[in-house]
Every structure is written in structure tokens, then in C-alpha cells.
């Protein structure tokens, strides 16, 4: 104000009455009021629109950066709190899987995928919430692979998946993982060529084995397993876990005997399965004694 002032004192003097004197300073000085008066109402219009527009960025950041961290990081598995966008993601790559060959390209990699996240899973099997995320991780992989053919180089890398699955969590692990991991396997072998198929007790589906057909396998099963035991013995596997291996299948193959008594082939044949499944893939899950200076036996 007092600028304006002496601005208005270097002008050149002009004789106005009183009224007219004071009523063009009451116009300047408005004009400069007005002027400042809209300078502060932007300003306020800006902080209140800012709160707005962050929570807009931040959506946007969580429609475009979240999927895209939770779809692309492997660590995002079932016990994650983001593993549902990852599937939801997943889900939506599909639905633009315009033809066959497209559609089985990305049912292999979440197969992959699945059986990647279920491997970091096993390493922490000692807490309930990750065997059950194991547990249906694995399962999640083997229902896409009943929809699809997978050449054998795939199926290759996933026995590869699978076998180190079995030797993280070991044959203590709980019987459900343990079940999974070992029906998984031989689910994937089966589809391996027939010289693959040989090494296995049987390939045919036990679900439609009835009485008498059931005990004759729960027969061969059980010579298979004393086979298996002096293998065992013989190969250099910690007898701690061989003697945990012999009782876990004894109890199978005594459960499997009771449910052929109450004339539950159901019970029976799912009993079997996974007795088989065990008996054949054993080895994954067992540990070299210590003095072999290897941590696991490999077997292909």
C-alpha cells in the first residue's frame, strides 16, 4: 500500500475535488485486494482438491503396480495376502487365450508356476498355514495338468520340482503333504513314456480294483515295500528315516486291510493309491547318512 502511494504522489498533479480524489484510490486499491484475494483462493482450491487427487494416484498405483508385483514375484505364494490379485490376474490372461495353443502355453506356466510357489512353500513346513498351502498349491497344479498334454521336457523339469519338494519336506512331514507330494509324482511319471512306467508297482486306476482284486494289490504292495526296505538298507539312507518310511506304509497297508473288511472299496482304493505313490518315489524323500557327503540321493 504505501507504494502505491508514493506512485501515486510522482504522478502529475491534477486538481480533483475531495469525492473524485478518493474514489479512484478506493478502485486501485480493489483492484490490487481482488487481485491478492484470487491468489489465495487458487491456493486453497489447490489444497483442497489435493487429498482427491492422491487417493486417484494411489488408485491407479494399485490397479497397475500391484497386480503387475504380485502376478510377477514368485514369493507371492497361497499364504500371501496378495495371492488372490495373482489369480484373479492369471484368470484374466486366460479369458485372452484366443485359440488352443495359446490357452496350453499358459495353463504350462502356471503349472510351472504352481509347482515353483509350492517348492517355497516346503521349506517351511513346520507351520499349519504352509502345509495346507502346499498341499493345495500341489493339487492346484495337477488339475491343470489333467486338462492339458505336456511334452516330456516339461514334465522332466517338473519331476525335477517335485523330488526336491519331497527331500525339503522329508519323510516326517505330515501325512497329507507327504500323500500329495508323493501322488503328484507319480501322477507326472505316469505320463512319462512306458520304459518310465515300469518302475512303477502299477499303472492302472485302483478306483475300479473291487475285493478281491484290492487285497491281491495290498498283497504285492506289501512285497514291494520288504523289497524296497532291504534297497534301502543297502544304499546308504539314514535308518532313522528308513524305519520312520517302513512304519508309515505298514500303517497305510493295515488301513487299507480294515476298509476292505467294512467292504469300503472307496477308503480302500484311495488308501492304496497313495501307499503305491509312496512305496514308488520313497527315495525323494529320504536322506543320505552323513557320511555319504551328500545331502540326497538323486534318482531319476
Known sequence: MDNLEKQLNKLPKKKLNMRAD????????KAMWQKKAD???????FKRHLPPLIAALALISLIVVVP?????NENVTAVHYLYGVKKAVEKIELVFAFSEEDK???QEKFIARRLNEAEILSQNTGVEEHNLALVETINDA?????????IEKQENKQIQTLTQIANTVGIKAEEEVLDTVAEALEMVKKAQPDKEKKKNISNKPRAELQNNAIEQTIDIIQDEIEKLNDNL???GYRNEDVQI???RL???IEKAKDAVEKNNINAASAIINTTAALTNNAKHFLKEKKNNNSKARKIK
Do not use: H, P
Open 22 to 29: 478518493y474514489g479512484l484510490r478506493f478502485k486501485l486499491y
Open 39 to 45: 491468489m489465495y483462493v487458487q491456493y486453497f482450491s
Open 68 to 72: 503387475g508385483y504380485a502376478y510377477a
Open 104 to 106: 496350453q502355453e499358459k
Open 142 to 150: 495337477m488339475e491343470l495338468k489333467k486338462e492339458i498334454k505336456i
Open 233 to 235: 538298507e543297502n544304499n
Open 245 to 247: 518310511l517302513n512304519k
Open 250 to 252: 505298514q500303517k497305510k
